[in-house]
């Protein structure tokens, strides 16, 4: 989800690794270990979970997490639980990081000490208060100061044991501290309308003669400020929870002696409490986060442009695309945006065709053939990533489903043989699993995706031009990417394929390790595949195998999927498995006197119906064709009173969901609207609140069956599969060229030294592929033109930002450190430009 501003989408996305979290404290009883989980959160909204590392003081969790972020943020929280015995769940400690400083920290592991947390420190959300000081006359004559301090909202703030019913005191500090005044409580809200006055009496009276505009005693007003603190109403014994509060000196009045603003709410300050270093333990993370401010596709145009002719330019070393590859750090860098661009704008395969190419012809031995880290590799790495997730979904996630939850045991390693396991049992086990594996592999070219048929066609034909006295080269140029680098790690980290939800367990990892290894070795058709292992144990399990006949296999199916695709995958009949897990689900009210309560359910999303079940497993209780699902939107909070609600809109009644979070509410939306938008019959008008007591809270018409009185959200129909942004791709594209930008003229200079001297290469230049120094150094100057005036865009969008910002606006409330910061460095910015 973007957030618009005039024009431009700025995206927000995290990447962040959970490594491992070291010298926890012991649990204190006779064990002393502790059965721990991380959470990451958005402020205090948690939005992922690891899996519950048992009996351990430094529990690893190896575990990655990607969202986009569809709202603003202050802090990227992670926080530590504990579980005991009786599933009792406390929080040992957390990590909170402030938004503009997650930058410090970009792409790298950093240690970070974990620290206390109270109901005092766990706070977000924000106020709107009004200040005004004005001067009454009393009946006497006598001038004396009231200063009316309004309460008009609060926005965001926490939901607290499943509830929020919220109120505000406020009190005026200073030398004669006066007694707090309360709003009412609003019930069941977090985001709750006060507008409530109170007045305070700021100055003692003063003669009529001596009055003059807000003559008001300098030393006491210095001294004086407005407390604001939020609590929610509790039912329990020990009291109302402190949500937050804010302190504002009354110099803020100035002359005018006027002040409005908002303001985010602060943790009280105790003062009493303190934790040594290392005292909670510490978690190592690394952290990516990515803001991306996108431009409308017109400015974009000459730098897309440039890169989309990469394949059509000779060399293809001197294309735009190319370039990028060159100068950027990791080839990953470049990889991924550029795959994603010409994934959206239909022009992958000329593109890798012409890559690859050029690489094989680079290449002196057959046997080293797609083997390095080469711009090529992973381009098409990325492009199976993309373009075969529900390949592999529906080849491999079952049997992997099904090793993860039997827990059988297959170590072989006579070294890690426990004392209760037998060799011949575990070896068993283990060539089953690999025999059923490699059986669905090789039976699966038929699902293979036609982009995927099509690039693996153009390596087939390329090996086979170049090294045309090896025969087996066409396979094993297929075989590097398909089972070395597809399903060979889909296998070993299924996770981070999307086929499990977390990191498996050591037991569970390692027998995947295995199966892993053995089936890279089938699948690779070297000539001497016992030598291949390293480890004695692997060649004596892999001559259980008979080798022609999984040779003859891997070739049928490697000749299948490098046929350049001729049928359509499309027609599969096969359901393939979107998303699923638990929400909460309204009762859709099926029958007239039945219960409209909220149950939590099962959910699953297939490319031909959307279901949902009691428990996981279950035979559905609802079933939804996508044909009749007509609009997928957000529900207003106010309809039942809950975050993270959306609907699926069908002819007859719309079904309500709550998600758990809202970047699963999020990517739930984004789903079921892009597997529904081919609908013909697809709404353009919603009611984006619910029909309630005998009318749509939204535009209050009585008929249920009224049409929508807002237009529908879902754009174009889009590929669920190949979900591309071409314009933020050219964005990402942009930012890389500007990060390198001294790389880019180095490369310049070196097509100069080139094109006049053809002499030994100078070691400063021996770094980059420059074919054609004259044809390169065109396109360099080109990605120069186009990149600098992108960059001359997006400054003057800072400039206008900074014009138009307002601090202290809902946008940005005073007590925004980012905003703070960003002030500053514009300030600064303007200061040396003039």
């Known amino acids: 989800m973007a957030v618009e501003e005039e024009g431009l989408r700025v995206f927000q996305s995290v990447k962040i690794k959970i490594g491992e979290a070291k010298n926890l404290p012991p649990y204190p009883g006779p064990n002393k270990m502790r059965d721990c989980y991380c959470t990451v959160n958005l402020d205090q909204e948690e939005v992922f979970r690891t899996k519950v590392v048992e009996k351990s003081l430094c529990p690893f969790y190896g575990e990655d997490f990607y969202c986009e972020i569809p709202r603003s943020f202050r802090h990227l929280s992670f926080y530590i639980f504990d579980r005991d015995v009786f599933r009792r769940e406390s929080i040992i400690g957390k990590v909170a990081v402030m938004k503009e400083d997650l930058q410090k920290y970009h792409g790298r592991d950093t240690w970070f000490q974990l620290q206390h947390v109270d109901a005092d420190s766990e706070v977000q959300g924000k106020v709107h208060l009004e200040l005004r000081l004005s001067e009454v006359i009393t009946d006497s004559g006598a001038i004396c100061h009231k200063l009316a301090t309004r309460v008009l909202e609060c926005q965001g703030l926490p939901i607290v044991n499943g509830q929020c019913d919220p109120y ?86 100035g002359q005018c002696g006027f002040h409005d603003a908002w303001y985010f709410l602060q943790p009280r300050d105790n003062g009493s409490k303190t934790v040594k270093p290392d005292e909670l333990g510490s978690l190592r993370l690394n952290i990516v986060y990515t803001e991306d401010h996108v431009f409308p596709s017109e400015y974009y145009s000459p730098l897309r442009d440039l890169l989309l002719k990469s394949a059509d330019v000779e060399p293809v070393s001197a294309s735009a695309a190319h370039v990028l590859g060159e100068v950027c750090r990791e080839k990953q860098e470049a990889a991924i945006p550029l795959v994603r661009l ?165 037991q569970t990892s390692r027998t995947l390790t295995l199966i892993s290894k053995t089936i890279q070795t089938l699948g690779s058709l070297s000539k001497s595949k016992s030598a291949s292992f390293k480890e004695t144990y692997m060649a004596k399990f892999y001559d259980y195998f008979n080798e022609q006949k999984y040779a003859d296999a891997v070739k049928n199916f490697l000749d299948l999927i490098s046929s350049s695709g001729r049928w359509d995958h499309k027609s599969i009949e096969t359901p393939i498995m979107l998303k699923e897990g638990f929400m909460i689900k309204r009762a859709q009210g099926r029958n007239r006197f039945g219960m409209k309560n909220f149950k939590n359910r099962w959910f699953r999303l297939t490319n031909q119906e959307f279901t949902y079940h009691k428990n996981k497993g279950d035979h559905p209780l609802c079933s939804i064709p996508i044909d009749n699902i007509l609009a997928v939107e957000r529900l207003e909070e106010e309809s039942f009173k809950k975050k993270n609600m959306f609907q699926v809109i069908q002819p007859e009644r719309a079904l309500y969901i709550q998600a758990n979070n809202c970047v699963e509410a999020r990517d739930w939306i984004d789903i079921l609207t892009k597997v529904s938008q081919c609908n013909k019959t697809r709404l353009s008008m919603y009611h984006p609140s619910a029909y309630l007591n005998g009318h749509w809270l939204c535009c209050k018409v009585s008929s249920e069956s009224a049409q929508g009185c807002t237009p529908c959200t879902g754009g174009l129909p889009a590929n669920i599969e190949l979900d591309v942004d071409g314009d933020r791709e050219t964005e990402r594209i942009y930012s890389l060229f500007i990060t390198y930008l001294s790389k880019v003229e180095k490369m310049q200079e070196a097509c100069g030294s080139r094109s006049v001297y053809d002499g030994p290469e100078q070691e400063e230049y021996s770094s980059f592929v420059i074919d054609d120094p004259q044809e390169t150094y065109k396109t360099l100057k080109l990605i120069t033109s186009a990149v600098h005036t992108l960059e001359q865009e997006h400054a003057q969008y800072k400039r206008d930002k900074f014009k138009k910002t307002k601090y202290g606006s809902q946008e940005h409330p005073i007590g925004d450190k980012s905003f703070q910061c960003y002030i500053r460095q514009q300030s600064e910015c303007s200061t040396y430009s003039i």
């Open 168 to 253: 505000a005191t406020v009190s005026l500090l200073g030398p004669s501290r006066s007694e707090a005044k309360k709003t009412k409580v609003k019930r069941k809200t977090n985001n709750p309308q006060f507008d409530e006055v109170f007045y305070f009496e700021v100055t003692r009276p003063l003669s009529y003669t001596r009055r003059s505009h807000f003559d008001v005693e300098e030393e006491d007003v210095d001294k004086m400020a407005i407390s604001v603190d939020l609590w929610n109403a509790s039912n329990l014994k020990f009291g109302d929870e402190f949500l937050g509060e804010i302190r504002i000196s009354l110099k803020v009045l």
């Open 342 to 506: 010409f994934l959206h704008c239909g022009k992958i395969v000329p593109f890798l065709s012409a890559i690859a190419n050029a690489e094989v012809n680079r290449t002196l031995d057959p046997n080293t053939i797609f083997r390095g880290n080469s711009l090529t590799s992973k381009c098409i790495d990325e492009t199976m990533k993309l373009a075969g997730k529900h390949y592999l979904q529906v080849t491999l996630k079952p049997i992997i489903d099904e090793i993860c939850e039997d827990h059988k045991p297959c170590e072989i390693d006579p070294v890690k043989l426990k004392e209760s396991e037998n060799m011949d049992t575990n070896r068993e086990n283990l060539r089953q699993y690999v025999d059923r594996i490699f059986t669905v592999i090789t039976k699966s070219g038929v699902r293979c995706p036609t982009v995927m048929c099509d690039i693996f066609f153009a390596l087939r034909e390329s090996a086979a031009k170049r090294f045309q006295v090896d025969p087996d080269v066409r396979y094993t140029a297929v075989s590097s990417f398909i089972f070395l680098r597809f399903f060979a790690p889909a296998i070993l980290s299924p996770n981070l394929f999307h086929l499990r939800p977390h990191h498996p367990d050591p």
